[in-house]
C-alpha cells in the first residue's frame, strides 16, 4: 500500500471516531453543569400535596370576655340602689285629744277676767293641735264663741311630748243682766272628727259668763300671742 493511501486511511478512521464520541458525549448544558452539579429536588403538585393551614382555618378559636362577663361565664352583679321613702313625716301625727293632753286655767287678767288656757303632751308621741278649744262653763249651757282665725292644718302646731300650747279666754263684762259667775270651765279639743272625748276640767274661781261675750282663741304655740288677740 502507498503511504498517501495509508494517510487517508488513518484520517477516515480519525473522523469516525470523533462523530462517535460526539453522538454520545453530554450535552452543552450538561457540560456546564459538571459532573459534581445536585439534581433537582422534585416538585410537589399543589393538587396531591398538604395544604398549608392559613390564618383562617386556626384549629383554636379564643373569645375574650367582654367587661360585663365575669372570668367563670357568669354576669356580673348588680349593685343594688336603696330607694329612700318618700312619705311625709307627719302622716301618723293625728290630732291631739284630751287623752293625750294635761290643762290648767290661770288668771291672766283680774279686770276682764282673761284666763291663759294651757295644755301639755303627757304621752310619748306628738300629736296635731286644731283650731279652737271648746270651753263650756260649769253649769251653764253654751259655750265661748271662737275668736280670730285657727291656722290651717298644714300651719298647725306640732305638740311634741312635754310640750304645751295656749289659747286666750276673754271674760265678759259684768252687766248684771242674765250672766252669772262659775268657779269652773271644761275644755274638749277640736279632732275634726267624732272622736269620743273626756272633757278635762280647771278652776276658775268668779268667771263671770255673759251670753255672746265670752270667747276664746286659736291654740297658739306662746301664752303672749294667746292673750293679745
Not at 279652737?132 to 260649769?138: L, N, S
Not at 265661748?144 to 305638740?159: C, N, V, Y
Not at 311634741?160 to 270651765?185: F, N, Q, R, W
Request: with cysteine; proline share 9%.
Amino acid at each position: 500500500m502507498s503511504t498517501t493511501v495509508r494517510r487517508a486511511t488513518l484520517a477516515t478512521a480519525a473522523l469516525s471516531a470523533a462523530l462517535v464520541l460526539t453522538a454520545c458525549g453530554p450535552s452543552g448544558d450538561d457540560a456546564a453543569g459538571g459532573a459534581g452539579a445536585t439534581p433537582a429536588s422534585p416538585t410537589t403538585s399543589a393538587s396531591t400535596g398538604p395544604a398549608t393551614p392559613t390564618e383562617s382555618s386556626s384549629p383554636t378559636v379564643t373569645t375574650t370576655p367582654s367587661e360585663s362577663t365575669s372570668p367563670t361565664g357568669t354576669a356580673a352583679p348588680t349593685a343594688t340602689k336603696t330607694v329612700k321613702p318618700t312619705t311625709d313625716p307627719d302622716y301618723d301625727v293625728f290630732p291631739c285629744s284630751t287623752f293625750d293632753l294635761t290643762f290648767s286655767a290661770s288668771l291672766a287678767e283680774k279686770t276682764t277676767g282673761s284666763y291663759l288656757l294651757k295644755i301639755t303632751n303627757k304621752t310619748a308621741k306628738p300629736c296635731r293641735v286644731l283650731g279652737h278649744p271648746i270651753v263650756t262653763f260649769g253649769s251653764l249651757g253654751g259655750s265661748a264663741i271662737q275668736r280670730g282665725t285657727a291656722p290651717s292644718l298644714e300651719d298647725s302646731i306640732r305638740l311634741e311630748p312635754g310640750a304645751s300650747a295656749y289659747a286666750g279666754l276673754m271674760g265678759g263684762p259684768h252687766t248684771g243682766k242674765a250672766g252669772a259667775t262659775v268657779d269652773s270651765i271644761a275644755m274638749t279639743m277640736d279632732t275634726e272628727s267624732d272622736l269620743a272625748q273626756k272633757p278635762l276640767k280647771a278652776s276658775t274661781p268668779g268667771l263671770y259668763v255673759a251670753p255672746d261675750k265670752n270667747s276664746v282663741t286659736a291654740w297658739m304655740d306662746n301664752a303672749e300671742d294667746a292673750l293679745s288677740l
